[in-house]
């Protein structure tokens, strides 16, 4: 069944978090690292806003028995963007985009086992469109990040800078040390 798709997404295949993660799937559900987490059956998914975050939690599966990538080709669990898709290929997920509840106007990133028919959509506790990065989606490619963003304060588990392209105000949760 396909599982949301949201900022930088770590999809794992849950059979593989059941045969090498400690715990299996309880152990990984006591040690995911933010409420992003949503899972069907096949797929489990995390979601993070910085590349950092990505990278720690990748090392941090690994380190407890899962495999990102052997040989360039991702084995039990991959990376995928909320706009591009997967960041590497991947023969055993399917990406695409869906309208919420039939409303063109809301739509949203999903990612399913490859070959799945299952069109149910699972999302995080709590998650409503209205308040999602599906919803409100602001990207500011890496090379302008210097010149464009003011970092102004942390809040929390967040970190808020003035886009001084906008005006607006950027958040963009973390979980890892800054």
Known sequence: MPVLIEGISVVIQVSAIARRFPGGVEGFRRAVPNETMCADNELARLGFMAPRDV???VRSLEACGLVYKRDGK??????V???GGPTVACDWIEFGHVALDGAE???IAVCRLAGSTATKVFMPTNWKFERSLSAS???VPAEDVANRLKFLRHEGNVDVYLDTQTGQELFMGRTSAR
């Open 55 to 57: 990278q720690e939690y």
């Open 74 to 79: 991702p084995i039990d669990l991959v990376v």
């Open 81 to 83: 963007d909320q706009q």
């Open 105 to 107: 106007n809301k739509r």
């Open 137 to 139: 989606f602001h990207f």
